[in-house]
C-alpha cells in the first residue's frame, strides 16, 4: 500500500470509530448496569440482615462482545454506504474496516480487563468487611479460563478471540441480503447440525473451539485466532465488490 492509501484506510477506520454510536451506548448499558448491580447487591447485603450463606454468583463481563458482534454488524450494514457516497472507495474501506476491528478488539478488551480488574478489587473490599457470605462475580474471561494466566496476556487472548469474532460477524453481515448470504446461514446451521450429531465430528468441533478459545497455550490460541480472522475477514473482499452502494 502507497501513502495515500494508508491515509486512505486510516481516515476509513476513524469514520468507523466514530460513528458507531448505537453499539457504543449499548456496551456501555449493559457494562454500567453489570456495575450497578453488583454494587447494589454488595450495599444492600452490607446494610441488612440476610440469611444467606455460601457464595452468591453474578455474571459480568459480557458488554465487550456486545460491543463488538454489533460494530461488526454495523459497519458492513450501514458504513458502507454512508463512507463509499463521501469519496471513499471499496479498498479503503476494506483496508480501513480492517484497521478499526483491530483497534476496536483491543480496546474492548482493554475495557473488560479494567472491569474485570475494578470489580474484583470491589469484591474483594466487600468480602474484608466479613458479611458472613462472598459474592462472586462470574466474568466472561474466567469462563474461557484466561484469567489462568498473566493480565496483560490474557488481554491479548481476549483481544485475539474479539477479532476473529468481528471478522466472522463482518463477512456474515456483508453477505446478508444477497442469495450467498442465505446460504452461508443455512450452511452454517447446518454444518453446526450435523458436527454435533455425529460423534468423530462433534470431537472435531470440540477440537477447533479449544483451540481459539480455550486452549492451554496462549500462543496457539492467539496465533490461530489471528490467522483464521484474517482468512476469514479476506473472504468480505470480493463480497464487498459487488456490493450495492
Known sequence: MNKNAV?????VAMINLRTIKTPYFVAALLMGFNIFVISLTAIAISRWDTELSGDLMIATGGASFVLIVMAAIFIP???FRRICNLGGNRRSFFWGSLVAYVILACAA???DTAEYLGVNAFLNFVDSLDIGFSIVALHVRAGFGWTQNEIVLAF???AAYMFLLAAFVHALAAAQGKWYGWAANIGLVAIYAVFTAIAPLQVALD???TLIMYHPSALAQISSCVVLGLALYALSRP???????
Request: glycine letters at 0%; charged letters at 20%; zero cysteines.
Open 7 to 11: 491515509k486512505a484506510a486510516w481516515k
Open 77 to 79: 450494514a450501514v458504513n
Open 109 to 111: 478488551s482493554l475495557a
Open 156 to 158: 491479548f487472548r481476549q
Open 207 to 209: 477440537w477447533f473451539f
Open 239 to 245: 463480497i464487498l465488490a459487488r456490493k450495492a452502494i
